[in-house]
């Protein structure tokens, strides 16, 4: 069973039905003793970094995500779940992420100057490592992408998409995965992401 983390903040509808169409049993929870029983943990996420990790540590979901983290578990984190893996956010302010992978979030305004802010839209994959998440795509396929900041990567760094320069769009470190992308918006694509996630 896939525990989709419940915290306040994400579209954990669409998430849950993207899981059902592969056959993954999933549960929308923020109960620590069903996080803890799961197989596999997800860390979905839409709004901004500091209510988001404020909210985590409000209800003790950061310690308890942390823990399941170090024991093995897999957990996938997306869209900002994905950025909250990481040390710190720079999204209006200075936020404290979970740590769990070294690296911060930049605005991508700084770095990009004719493109529209939010990156939003299909963008292709490029693979820098052999992520398992990805065994059952191909180097160039598209994801659906709709945000306005980006990882800057200290370790982990599995896939860039190319946004005026290689934005972060995968990251991995050993058992928590990461996407900048939402795979339960990218059709067959993000299925077989979400089904390769599910047989980690």
Request: proline fraction near 3%; hydrophobic fraction near 40%; charged fraction near 25%.
């Amino acid at each position: 069973m896939i525990a989709i983390i419940d915290y306040g903040v994400g579209n954990l509808f669409s998430l849950q039905q993207s899981l059902k169409k592969i056959g993954a049993k999933s549960k929308i929870t923020s109960q620590k003793n069903e996080i803890e029983r799961a197989d596999r943990l997800i860390l979905p996420g839409v709004g901004a970094f500091g209510d988001a990790a404020e909210k985590l540590r409000q209800s003790g979901l950061d310690v308890v995500i942390k823990e399941q983290c170090n024991s093995g578990k897999p957990l996938l984190g997306i869209c900002l779940g994905m950025q909250l893996l990481f040390e710190r956010s720079f999204e209006y302010g200075e936020h404290r992420g979970l740590g769990i992978i070294k690296g911060e979030i930049l605005p991508l305004k700084d770095y990009v100057t004719d493109l529209k802010i939010p990156h939003m839209g299909w963008n292709s994959l490029k693979f820098v490592d052999d992520n398992p998440l990805f065994k059952n795509i191909s180097q160039g396929d598209y994801v659906y992408f709709v945000h306005s900041f980006f990882a800057k990567c200290g370790e982990g760094l599995s896939a860039t998409t190319d946004y005026g320069f290689d934005v972060t769009a995968a990251v991995r470190k050993n058992n928590v995965y990461g996407v900048q992308f939402h795979p339960e918006k990218s059709g067959k694509t993000g299925l077989k992401i979400l089904r390769a996630f599910n047989e980690v």
